[in-house]
């Protein structure tokens, strides 16, 4: 995706057709709506829940895109990829799913909820150092040792593409929406998510959410320029990674603005999730509401669709007491 602007039409088509090759491999989540979030802000919100998706994120639509986009040749040899969390799952499952072999690059820190996640899907571990130079020396030393394919977790047009259907399916089923509210972490989501909806509403206002503790998506549109994160220190930790260059350049063209929120919102969103809608959704899928909680975005008198990306959640270190 090196020029993703070059035909809006190819764009999408491109994304119907990761949708059609991975529609046997993914549920096609639903949408829930609450009457108290309603008459809270004065809008019509719709929760797209990808906090219910298989592996438990929407992760699994880019990493099954990729993985059955391979030739026989490029699935023989397996593939690769470096994650501390949702991908690393995501990739595991769709290799699963393909019969081919997964290697995982984690950081020794990594969830252990993940790694068990990793595991049971049939992801060969290879753990490295907690940083990103030690994550992408190891995955380019794995790939040259056996030939595998890497996938990066949002730096790939395959992955963007697949990501992107997740808009595919909420404009299906609410096709009058005037916003969209993304979590924004390394922006493959947002830019998947952003190039179906602005090809197929053009009117359609895209706005990324993003912790004040990791606030680089944010920095770096107002800069014109990727500003990588330096020591994110959020709860959301699965918005602590950089942008890359292809999401980046589709961020710069497509999304309207990017908001920050507290890490106490994105506590608070949890716990009504969970309270009120009854869905467990891990920190960073929370954020999208905490924007609506902490007022960065006006929303009275409007359809707004908010994504719930992801509901892998530690019950061991939830950040709120239940009882």
Same mark, same amino acid.
Request: aromatic share 4%; charged share 25%; glycine share 8%.
């Given at each position: 995706?090196?020029?993703?602007?070059?035909?809006?039409?190819?764009?999408?088509?491109?994304?119907?057709?990761?949708?059609?090759?991975?529609?046997?491999?993914?549920?096609?989540?639903?949408?829930?709506?609450?009457?108290?979030?309603?008459?809270?802000?004065?809008?019509?919100?719709?929760?797209?829940?990808?906090?219910?998706?298989?592996?438990?994120?929407?992760?699994?639509?880019?990493?099954?895109?990729?993985?059955?986009?391979?030739?026989?040749?490029?699935?023989?040899?397996? #593939?690769? @990829?470096?994650?501390?969390?949702?991908?690393?799952?995501?990739?595991?499952?769709?290799?699963?799913?393909?019969?081919?072999?997964?290697? #995982?690059?984690?950081?020794?820190?990594?969830?252990?909820?993940?790694?068990?996640?990793?595991?049971?899907?049939?992801?060969?571990?290879?753990?490295?150092?907690? @940083?990103?130079?030690?994550?992408?020396?190891?995955?380019?030393?794995?790939?040259?040792?056996?030939?595998?394919?890497?996938?990066?977790?949002?730096?790939?047009?395959?992955?963007?593409?697949?990501?992107?259907?997740?808009?595919?399916?909420?404009?299906?089923?609410?096709?009058?929406?005037?916003?969209?509210?993304?979590?924004?972490?390394?922006?493959?989501?947002?830019?998947?998510?952003?190039?179906?909806?602005?090809?197929?509403?053009?009117?359609?206002?895209?706005?990324?959410?993003?912790?004040?503790?990791?606030?680089?998506?944010?920095?770096?549109?107002?800069?014109?320029?990727?500003?990588? #994160?330096?020591?994110?220190?959020?709860?959301?930790?699965?918005?602590? @990674?950089?942008?890359?260059?292809?999401?980046?350049?589709?961020?710069?063209?497509?999304?309207?603005?990017?908001?920050?929120?507290?890490?106490?919102?994105?506590?608070?969103?949890?716990?009504?999730?969970?309270?009120?809608?009854?869905?467990?959704?891990?920190?960073?899928?929370?954020?999208?509401?905490?924007?609506?909680?902490?007022?960065? #975005?006006?929303?009275?008198?409007?359809?707004?669709?908010?994504?719930?990306?992801?509901?892998?959640?530690?019950?061991?270190?939830?950040?709120?007491?239940?009882?």
């Amino acid at each position: 995706m090196s020029d993703p602007f070059s035909s809006t039409a190819s764009t999408l088509d491109d994304i119907r057709r990761a949708h059609e090759r991975i529609r046997p491999h993914v549920h096609r989540t639903p949408i829930f709506t609450s009457r108290t979030l309603n008459e809270r802000f004065g809008a019509e919100l719709f929760f797209k829940c990808e906090n219910l998706q298989r592996a438990g994120s929407f992760k699994i639509r880019g990493a099954a895109n990729a993985v059955f986009s391979l030739s026989p040749e490029e699935a023989r040899r397996g #593939v690769v @990829t470096h994650s501390s969390g949702n991908h690393a799952q995501a990739v595991a499952l769709a290799a699963r799913l393909r019969g081919i072999r997964a290697i #995982v690059v984690m950081p020794e820190n990594a969830p252990a909820v993940k790694v068990a996640a990793v595991r049971a899907y049939g992801g060969e571990i290879v753990f490295c150092f907690p @940083t990103l130079a030690s994550r992408e020396e190891t995955a380019q030393r794995v790939v040259e040792e056996t030939g595998a394919t890497l996938i990066h977790s949002y730096n790939d047009e395959r992955v963007i593409q697949g990501q992107g259907t997740v808009a595919l399916e909420l404009l299906e089923d609410v096709p009058d929406l005037d916003l969209l509210l993304v979590p924004v972490g390394g922006g493959g989501l947002i830019s998947g998510m952003a190039l179906a909806s602005k090809a197929l509403r053009p009117s359609v206002t895209v706005i990324g959410c993003e912790p004040e503790q990791a606030d680089d998506a944010f920095r770096s549109l107002r800069e014109g320029r990727i500003i990588p #994160v330096e020591h994110p220190n959020t709860i959301a930790d699965g918005l602590r @990674t950089s942008l890359g260059e292809k999401t980046f350049a589709v961020i710069r063209s497509l999304v309207d603005q990017i908001v920050l929120v507290s890490e106490e919102a994105i506590v608070q969103a949890m716990r009504f999730l969970f309270e009120r809608l009854k869905l467990v959704v891990e920190p960073s899928g929370a954020v999208p509401l905490a924007a609506l909680l902490e007022e960065q #975005v006006d929303v009275r008198g409007r359809r707004v669709g908010l994504v719930l990306s992801g509901g892998n959640v530690d019950l061991e270190k939830l950040p709120f007491r239940t009882g």
